[in-house]
């Protein structure tokens, strides 16, 4: 496992290696994870390495914060942290100087400068449903056929609205959020019923257009990526 911990030094940092971690911690087999799935990890490792110190802990506190499995949904927290790592790449690719995490709970995840300007990031990821883990729970132990969407589910499009009213709170919540630049970067997974349908994709981008041009008009940047 040495060619892992030199692959991944900041991510493998994580683990504890004199510590027995329960089942439900990621930590217990993030190595075998990145082992066979280091490609999925490189680019959020690389953006550790490029980022200052000070600001590198504060995202492994967040990891080291979120490695708990939930019944339902799995390890999501510690996804919503790697989204995170995310949205300050974002900030960085944009021109943004003074990038800095922000740890407080009910304000924005990230915020930088931009000619002057304060910045202010909040990341969302929008996981697959409830019901849609379940399934998959479900199908591990008996393989089960899943029913092809025919259209957005109500719900998902309603779930997508109140992370965005929930984001909106925590950017304008924030000190100074009046005279500055608001973005919501969002990662969106639909279910695989949605997915299994490709017309649906089209349809998907065309409504995530409208709720950004919306979003434009109260001047709220809408960056949103759609796991299809």
């Known amino acids: 496992m040495n060619s892992i911990f030199n692959r991944f030094p900041y991510l493998s940092s994580i683990i504890e290696l004199n510590k027995s971690y329960p089942d439900t911690d990621i930590?217990?087999?993030f190595?075998?994870?990145?082992?066979?799935?280091?490609?999925?990890?490189?680019?959020?490792?690389?953006?550790?390495?490029?980022?200052?110190?000070?600001?590198?802990?504060?995202?492994?506190?967040?990891?080291?914060?979120?490695?708990?499995?939930?019944?339902?949904?799995?390890w999501h927290q510690f996804s919503d942290v790697l989204t995170e790592i995310?949205?300050?790449?974002y900030l960085v690719d944009i021109g943004c100087t003074s990038v800095e995490i922000i740890v407080d709970q009910g304000c924005p995840d990230i915020k930088g400068l931009l000619s002057g300007?304060?910045?202010?990031?909040?990341?969302?990821q929008i996981h697959n449903s409830k019901e849609e883990n379940q399934y998959l729970l479900e199908s591990t132990i008996k393989p089960k056929a899943r029913t092809v969407g025919i259209d957005i589910p109500?719900?998902?499009?309603?779930?997508?609205?109140?992370?965005?009213?929930?984001?909106?709170?925590?950017?304008?919540?924030?000190?100074?959020?009046?005279?500055?630049?608001?973005i919501i970067y969002m990662k969106i997974t639909p279910d695989?019923?949605?997915k299994l349908n490709n017309n649906l994709l089209g349809v998907?981008?065309?409504?995530?257009?409208?709720?950004?041009?919306?979003?434009?008009?109260?001047?709220?940047?809408?960056?949103?990526?759609?796991?299809w």
Not at 157 to 180: D, H, R
Request: aromatic share 6%.
């Open 27 to 29: 930590r217990k087999r």
């Open 31 to 74: 190595l075998q994870v990145l082992d066979i799935h280091g490609h999925h990890y490189e680019k959020y490792e690389k953006i550790l390495d490029k980022i200052p110190d000070s600001e590198r802990l504060k995202v492994l506190k967040k990891i080291r914060n979120a490695t708990n499995k939930d019944s339902i949904f799995g």
């Open 86 to 89: 995310e949205g300050y790449q």
């Open 117 to 124: 300007e304060q910045v202010l990031l909040e990341a969302k």
């Open 154 to 182: 109500p719900q998902l499009v309603q779930k997508i609205l109140s992370t965005i009213e929930k984001a909106k709170s925590q950017l304008e919540g924030f000190p100074g959020s009046q005279t500055s630049k608001k």
């Open 192 to 194: 695989l019923g949605v």
């Open 204 to 227: 998907f981008d065309k409504n995530m257009g409208m709720i950004k041009d919306n979003l434009e008009s109260e001047n709220i940047l809408f960056e949103y990526e759609i796991r």
